[in-house]
């Protein structure tokens, strides 16, 4: 919380690693991470596929890793494939629903 709290309130350009490229491209698909993780995390489980649950770390880091591993790409396809069409269409539409007119008629300068 700490951490959350000096890079939100400090007048720097922040964190490096909050930069760096694998961590902005990662940030772009969180919504879809947050979206997919809790299914594929029972469907892995429900395939036999996680560690049962043990005192101790590892059983977790297991876990994380093979849902990381899993999640992130699902994340990225679901991106592209669902979210980027789905922001494209909405851009052709205005706050009441009607067609943008991107290419509308230009008024007449003889009329001013």
């Avoid at 930069?19 to 991470?33: D, K």
């Avoid at 979206?35 to 876990?63: C, K, M, N, Q, Y």
């Avoid at 009441?96 to 230009?106: F, N, T």
């Amino acid at each position: 919380m700490l951490l959350i709290a000096a890079t939100a309130l400090s007048t720097g350009p922040g964190p490096y690693w909050l930069r760096w490229p694998p961590m902005l491209s990662l940030s772009m698909v969180s919504y879809s991470l947050y979206i997919w993780h809790e299914p594929l995390l029972r469907v892995l489980d429900s395939a036999g596929l996680l560690p049962t649950p043990a005192p101790g770390p590892t059983a977790f880091l297991v876990t994380a890793a093979l849902l990381l591993g899993v999640t992130v790409p699902v994340a990225y396809l679901s991106y592209w494939m669902i979210e980027v069409p789905a922001q494209r269409i909405m851009g052709a539409f205005d706050a009441d629903g009607r067609s943008r007119e991107y290419y509308a008629p230009l008024p007449d300068p003889r009329s001013a």
